[in-house]
């Protein structure tokens, strides 16, 4: 990561005799030394000496969670795409961005230009207390607070903002490893089993096993990441990341080679077989996933007007009033497809066809395609609003409390769509229905040990993968 250090920083590296780079106590900085009150305040102390990095995260998908070099400016969870899970940030703010790397992301009148709004601390405290309320905008708790049966204390500001250093495991985690709500719930190879995970379970990430971090693989250039589905256009990020000598897209041959066997004939399939196809044999190792979530059947509710939680297998709940019926499997073999790195997504400005299952997000590639190879996937489906007159995907206001039109308040599917497609200054023809939908996501760790590796057989038999699961055409 490239760090900017003004002087005196720079002078007390020097007076220590360690690089201006290297990972510095930063409870030697009488700044950090204070009674802060905010999150606002931090950022403000570690500004007076890292000038430039908030200008940095302020051009990242961590920051703006849209599509850099989109020009129609729908593409992006904060814009007009969709997804099966909450289906879109907008309205929904103060829930959805309780993982934002900011402080304050209440409505649409958020400042994506102030500095002091950006939370450092989210990404770089090590103390490992540090946590946003789930429902605070992305602050933490001002006050002890019980949400979820789980009492939420406010941070110790100076004790976590001295504790700063690069990122760990942890940092990554709280947001990517909960993503949609929950443990394990739009991740399957992303869970909070990464933590302490296994050689069998992650070759990669296991102390047993390598022992890497998330940013060994996604090298980070001026706070921007490699290896993530939304790029910034091709010749600004590769210019960037060439500059500092760091490659800008993410593959396995970085550190493997591009022939990676002894035995020329397995080399012979990397032209068309991703690595994971064959070495991430099943996901959803450490935990369930959640594969389907099917919202019309929300609103059940008991004789006090709560809404009814079912608890199924492992503790996850199979039937939740305010979101429907869901279902968690483990143990998963994935779908697999041609994939070109690229997706394709669904706004709420495309017709959709209700007459069959509705791609969300689907991977771009063909077999004719150099550029593409198989890769494994875990789809997501359920069932998602949608407005059965335009035949258009919709943006309901989930999250308020009742007489807001929100769903989670009144259990008014119309009143919680007009609410959030007026949020978006989209029309909504006032009917609605429900429609079956699928949402892809790479399955790229959880990576296996060579000896659990998939065999020739489980693809070249018949009746086996090659022609059970949909997507692969021709090799």
């Not at 903002?161 to 495991?169: E, H, K, N």
């Not at 483990?330 to 791609?359: C, H, K, N």
């Not at 949020?423 to 296996?448: K, M, N």
Request: proline share 5%; charged share 20%.
């Amino acid at each position: 990561m490239n760090v900017r250090i003004n002087a005196s920083v720079a002078a007390l590296c020097v007076l220590l005799a360690v690089p201006a780079t290297a990972q510095i106590d930063h409870s030697e900085f009488d700044v950090l030394d204070q009674d802060f009150q905010s999150g606002e305040e931090v950022t403000r102390a570690c500004l007076e000496c890292h000038d430039g990095e908030a200008a940095e995260v302020h051009a990242t998908l961590h920051w703006t969670w849209r599509q850099p070099g989109d020009e129609t400016g729908l593409i992006g969870k904060a814009a007009h795409t969709v997804n099966n899970f909450c289906i879109n940030v907008n309205s929904n703010w103060p829930r959805c961005t309780s993982c934002h790397v900011g402080y304050g992301w209440k409505d649409a009148s958020f400042d994506f230009t102030a500095e002091e709004k950006v939370d450092c601390l989210i990404c770089h405290e090590q103390t490992g207390t540090y946590e946003k309320f789930p429902k605070g905008a992305g602050y933490p708790a001002s006050e002890p607070t019980m949400f979820g049966g789980k009492l939420y204390e406010p941070p110790a500001w100076a004790e976590v903002a001295q504790s700063v250093g690069p990122p760990s495991l942890n940092n990554c985690g709280v947001c990517h490893f909960f993503g949609g709500g929950g443990d394990a719930v739009k991740h399957g190879d992303l869970d909070s089993t990464m933590l302490t995970a296994s050689r069998d379970l992650d070759v990669h990430m296991s102390e047993d096993g390598a022992g890497l971090t998330c940013q060994d693989c996604h090298t980070t250039v001026d706070h921007q990441m490699a290896g993530r589905q939304y790029t910034l256009p091709a010749s600004a990020k590769d210019e960037m990341f060439a500059e500092a000598g760091v490659e800008s897209q993410m593959a396995c041959s970085a550190c493997h080679g591009e022939e990676p066997h002894a035995r020329k004939l397995l080399n012979g399939h990397t032209a068309k077989v991703s690595c994971q196809a064959c070495h991430i044999p099943v996901y959803a190792r450490g935990q369930a996933t959640k594969t389907w979530w099917d919202w019309s059947q929300a609103g059940k509710r008991d004789a006090n007007g709560k809404p009814i939680v079912v608890t199924g297998p492992d503790g996850k709940q199979s039937y939740n009033g305010k979101k429907g019926a869901f279902r968690w499997e483990r143990d998963l073999q994935p779908e697999f497809y041609w994939y070109d790195g690229t997706m394709s997504y669904v706004a709420i400005e495309d017709t959709i066809d209700p007459s069959s299952e509705v791609w969300l997000q689907k991977p771009n590639g063909s077999a004719d395609d150099p550029g593409s190879r198989l890769y494994p996937f875990k789809i997501h489906r359920g069932r998602t609003p949608y407005d059965s007159k335009t035949d258009n995907m919709v943006v309901p206001k989930l999250l308020g409390k009742a007489g807001t039109g929100a769903y989670w308040g009144d259990f008014d599917w119309d009143s919680a769509i007009r609410v959030g497609m007026a949020s978006v200054d989209v029309p909504y023809s006032g009917e609605y229905g429900f429609v079956e939908t699928a949402y892809a996501y790479p399955v790229t760790h959880q990576v296996a040990p060579k000896e659990m590796t998939t065999d020739c057989t489980t693809c070249h038999v018949k009746m086996g993968r090659k022609e059970l699961k949909p997507g692969l055409g021709e090799l």
